[in-house]
């Protein structure tokens, strides 16, 4: 079986600027990602899936496979669904994982863990989030809670799985067959929620998030 983990990064992220090149102790927020691939010693290949040649430095630097995808998928009209096909296309392998290089707090035992866990249950696609014991609405409308009984107890709530993204994770043959088909595959097939802990789930989209994770990092990178 190989599996095969893909770093995505894009250069031009419209939040943050530059975000994957922005500094968390002395290195750019991409390298996070790499180094719990490498380290957690799952994956035959780590390639970094760029779409400018900016990334090659940091590929190099961790030597990893540096793959710059089609400008098309470099944009941002560009779907998830789509940057995996290309590269399942490109990599081929029997199971695919999106590290996600915006969630610096990983560390690669929880990479190891995930991968173990998706392969161990057969799921076909999965996703990495939290199970949240909190009431929850969608357009105003109560999702696991009564509006007619007493308020619940949040521990006696049907829990929400909310999605992390830390990481994504596909047997190609099957997520091949549902993109070809129907031109969009993410979720599908004998779907995982696999869930892991805060630290993991923490992402960087804004500056702001990057400074409150530099406040943290010392507390994870030591402690764990």
């Given at each position: 079986m190989k599996i095969i983990a893909m770093v995505p990064g894009r250069y031009g992220s419209e939040r943050?600027?530059?975000?994957?090149?922005?500094?968390?102790?002395?290195?750019?927020?991409?390298?996070?990602?790499?180094?719990?691939?490498?380290e957690s010693k799952v994956f035959d290949?780590?390639?970094?899936?760029?779409?400018?040649?900016?990334?090659?430095?940091?590929?190099?630097?961790?030597?990893?496979?540096?793959y710059k995808r089609p400008p098309y998928l470099g944009t941002s009209d560009a779907r998830s669904d789509d940057v995996v096909y290309d590269f399942i296309k490109k990599f081929g392998g029997d199971i695919i994982v999106w590290v996600n290089p915006i969630c610096p707090l990983m560390t690669?035992?929880?990479?190891?863990k995930v991968v173990e866990e998706f392969i161990e249950n057969d799921y076909e696609s999965a996703i990495t989030g939290r199970k949240i014991y909190s009431h929850t609405n969608?357009?105003?409308?109560?999702?696991?809670?009564?509006?007619n009984n007493k308020f619940a107890k949040t521990q006696d709530l049907n829990p929400i799985f909310l999605f992390s993204y830390s990481?994504?994770?596909?047997?190609?043959?099957?997520?091949?067959?549902?993109?070809?088909?129907d031109k969009s595959a993410?979720?599908?097939?004998?779907?995982?929620?696999?869930?892991?802990?805060?630290?993991?789930?923490l992402t960087v989209k804004y500056e702001h998030d990057l400074e409150i994770i530099k406040g943290l990092y010392p507390l994870v990178y030591n402690d764990r």
């Open positions: 943050f600027k530059k975000k994957n090149f922005s500094n968390l102790n002395g290195s750019p927020l991409m390298s996070y990602a790499l180094n719990s691939s490498i290949k780590v390639i970094l899936n760029g779409d400018s040649d900016e990334f090659l430095k940091i590929a190099n630097s961790h030597n990893v496979e540096f690669s035992k929880t990479v190891k969608i357009n105003n409308n109560p999702v696991n809670y009564d509006l990481v994504m994770i596909w047997k190609t043959s099957s997520f091949l067959d549902k993109y070809e088909k993410f979720i599908f097939g004998n779907f995982g929620e696999i869930e892991v802990d805060f630290f993991s789930s």
